[in-house]
């Protein structure tokens, strides 16, 4: 079993505690998520639209472009 | 020295110590009034530093405030001098004079205590039978003034099974909801306190209604004392981010006897100075004020707090629950993140 998923085992039961079921908890872990997912969404919409705008004089934050070129570095 | 400018943004003062409930879970075992409270002139006087010292918002709490007599002209005095007034009551006492007076300050928010989800929780509670009635009729009433208004609720080993009944009732009412735990200070006994995974089920509680309803439907935040750096559940409080006690710093807390502390809710022996034997300007610019925050450094760190990764950036959490519960400040141990990691 994962970390992650002893925690989550152990977040239902800590959820029973208060009456919640499995679908409440669910929903408290989900939110979660959702926040990941919106930030990793609104960056790539931030790169986007700057390389759109900017073009080639791009000046602040990174480009998809610049992207790939430091993703070969990881 | 500090070198931000640091002011108290929000103060909390308590108008009174009378109170007429005994609720368990009092932090300032409030009955009897206070031996010598300050008198409507030196209220002003207070009233008139905070503003110098650019505070925005004074909330007035007790005991109960509505038993001062003179609350209307204090809460005037906050309005005349540029800053935002609320109210934390347990609302018995509130009558329709007393909620026409409240709509001519118009208040930032009108701010009831509500403990259980039946009338046996909460008159149990707060040792008065019909209090949970009249609670409800004075939330009602408050709505159709138009005044906004918060509940808030104070949770421990008696109530907190009943929060999912307690949204039932607040849902789609348009009140906002502040759930909060009691700390052993006062008249609470420690045998009553959370135990850390019910503390953590509140938060799954909270988190999870924030993402099952709209913040229109079910306006709900934990306080200061849920919540920090979860791996697992979204921030659950008023603020972005935990930045450590505010006491201090943004926050400030001024007794009916004129002793001030950095936080009301902090036990006794955190009253630094007395607006009477000195101003609250000259208590506030004291660079020996509320060192405990204004000083912070990570050597501070107490208890599981001492190796946390978050421990700079956190502060160690509330600080009275730290006090509380451990005898020391910076060092909360109710903390999702610690429990979080207990349990992975």
């Known amino acids: 079993m994962t970390k992650n998923a002893k925690l989550e085992t152990k977040m239902y039961e800590m959820g029973q505690l208060i009456n919640l079921g499995k679908d409440e908890v669910k929903y408290a872990l989900k939110s979660r998520k959702n926040i990941v997912v919106t930030g990793i969404l609104t960056f790539l919409a931030f790169i986007f639209v700057q390389n759109i705008m900017m073009g080639p004089h791009r000046y602040i934050g990174a480009s998809i472009n610049d992207f790939i070129q430091l993703s070969k570095f990881l | ?344």
């Not at chain 2, 009174?16 to 006087?45: P, Q, Y």
């Not at chain 2, 003179?70 to 007393?98: L, T």
């Not at chain 2, 160690?316 to 141990?333: F, I, M, Q, Y």
């Open chain 2, 1 to 344: 020295m500090f070198r931000k400018k640091v002011f108290p943004y929000s103060t909390v003062v308590e108008l009174t110590l009378k109170c007429n409930m005994k609720c368990i879970h009092c932090g300032s075992s409030a009955g009897e009034d206070r031996k010598n409270e300050l008198s409507f002139d030196e209220w002003v006087k207070v009233l008139s530093d905070l503003a110098e010292l650019e505070c925005e918002l004074v909330t007035l709490m007790g005991g109960e405030p509505f038993l001062r007599k003179e609350w209307y002209e204090i809460a005037e005095k906050v309005k005349d001098f540029g800053m935002k007034v609320a109210f934390i009551s347990n609302g018995f006492c509130i009558d329709d004079k007393i909620i026409s007076n409240m709509r001519k300050i118009e208040p930032y928010t009108v701010a009831i205590s509500m403990d259980g989800a039946t009338s046996e929780t909460h008159d149990s509670i707060r040792k008065v039978k019909g209090s949970f009635e009249k609670c409800q009729e004075v939330l009602k009433s408050l709505r159709s003034a138009d005044l906004p208004t918060t509940v808030v609720t104070t949770v421990h080993k008696q109530n907190f099974k009943e929060l999912p009944k307690m949204r039932e009732f607040l849902l789609n009412k348009n009140i906002a909801w502040q759930i909060q735990i009691a700390d052993p200070i006062g008249r609470f006994p420690k045998s009553l306190h959370l135990s850390l995974e019910e503390f953590y089920s509140v938060a799954l509680f909270i988190a999870s209604t924030r993402q099952k309803y709209s913040l229109k439907e079910m306006p709900i935040t934990g306080a200061h004392c849920i919540g920090y750096n979860s791996r697992m559940l979204p921030n659950i409080t008023l603020s972005t981010r935990w930045t450590g006690c505010q006491a201090g710093l943004t926050v400030l807390g001024i007794q009916s006897d004129g002793g001030v502390k950095g936080c009301l809710s902090l036990p006794n022996s955190f009253v630094e100075g007395n607006v009477r034997a000195k101003s609250l300007i000259e208590i506030w610019s004291d660079p020996e004020f509320c060192i405990y925050t204004r000083q912070f450094k990570a050597e501070n760190l107490n208890g599981d707090c001492k190796d946390c990764k978050f421990g700079k950036s956190c502060k160690g959490g509330c600080n009275a629950v730290s006090t509380s519960l451990t005898g020391k400040t910076h060092s909360d141990p109710f903390c999702l993140y610690l429990i979080e990691k207990a349990n992975a």
